[in-house]
């Protein structure tokens, strides 16, 4: 097989997995990154390494999914001992190389996140997004029309921050960690304090202004829920944990719920979700959209 048909077979690999190749595949053992069709113009997300001698292969991934995938240009059970031992190595430096890249531009953007939060101004409670969502900026600060979260871990570190405009569509800074890593709502995670850990920092703030006692976190999506309670528990072994989810009723497999439940087996937590009135749309998901829903039925009613 020469040189061409290698890269190609490589490059349909990649393809089959969703991921756009770039056009040229560079067999140097070197960590290279790529933009992958659908994410945002400019990004690159995507990263490869590939080895042309021996037996050709090549790890790579995204670093916006999280996938990581390997390559071999031979079946295992076609190599000899020291092909499998050879290329065990080559998989391993490459994951070395992956994870070196990623820790560095991590605190990088680390580094920019806190020289921004330390220029943005509080919050205005009057901001169109805390209006309508019935809550208090608590730790909130404001970049022109956006509201600006820290997210931070247990040491107070800020890892990134996450911006969320008028109309609540949000953003995160490029390439900052977030995995294990959350939004302070209300006080610190200590033993002695009831401590509630939820998605977004909207409920967050719902459950803060009803329990002003109670530590609040938010985990900024689902999917890190389980990294956050654990990294809690480690933190604060005797502590009440109690993760409160969203109820994605109208997803398939109701992923809020779900991961909720993984997140509290794994922490030894509680788990709370809305109890909803019978005559409550399906729509609500969350403890803030049935709090600002009960606000405006006391509204209409009087």
């Not at 609040?216 to 009440?240: D, H, M, Q």
């Amino acid at each position: 097989m020469d040189f061409n048909q290698i890269i190609n077979q490589f490059q349909v690999e990649l393809s089959a997995n969703g991921m756009t190749p770039p056009n040229e595949i560079i067999a140097d053992a070197q960590l290279h990154r790529f933009h992958i069709e659908g994410d945002k113009s400019g990004s690159r997300n995507g990263w490869y390494v590939f080895h042309l001698d021996g037996v050709p292969c090549g790890v790579y991934g995204s670093w916006k999914t999280g996938i990581h995938l390997k390559w071999s240009a031979k079946k295992q059970d076609h190599m000899t001992a020291s092909e499998r031992r050879n290329q065990v190595e080559r998989i391993k430096e490459a994951c070395k190389m992956r994870n070196a890249m990623k820790a560095k531009e991590q605190q990088e953007v680390a580094l920019r996140a806190k020289h921004l939060w330390e220029s943005y101004l509080k919050a205005n409670p009057h901001h169109p997004y805390i209006i309508r969502k019935r809550i208090s900026p608590f730790y909130a600060r404001q970049h022109s029309k956006e509201i600006v979260l820290p997210i931070i871990d247990f040491d107070g570190k800020i890892w990134s921050l996450q911006y969320i405009n008028e109309l609540g569509e949000k953003r995160f800074l490029f390439n900052g960690a977030i995995k294990s890593h959350f939004i302070p709502v209300q006080h610190q995670p200590t033993n002695d304090r009831k401590i509630l850990v939820c998605e977004g920092f909207a409920t967050g703030a719902t459950l803060a202004e009803k329990h002003p006692t109670y530590c609040v976190i938010a985990a900024c999506n689902a999917g890190n829920l389980k990294s956050v309670a654990t990294a809690i528990r480690n933190c604060s072994s005797n502590a009440e944990l109690i993760i409160c989810v969203d109820d994605d009723r109208l997803t398939p497999n109701n992923p809020g719920l779900t991961k909720g439940r993984e997140a509290a087996i794994a922490a030894g937590a509680l788990l709370s979700k809305p109890i909803w009135p019978d005559c409550a749309p399906t729509s609500l998901k969350d403890f803030n959209d049935l709090s600002c829903w009960l606000a405006e039925q006391e509204v209409q009613s009087v």
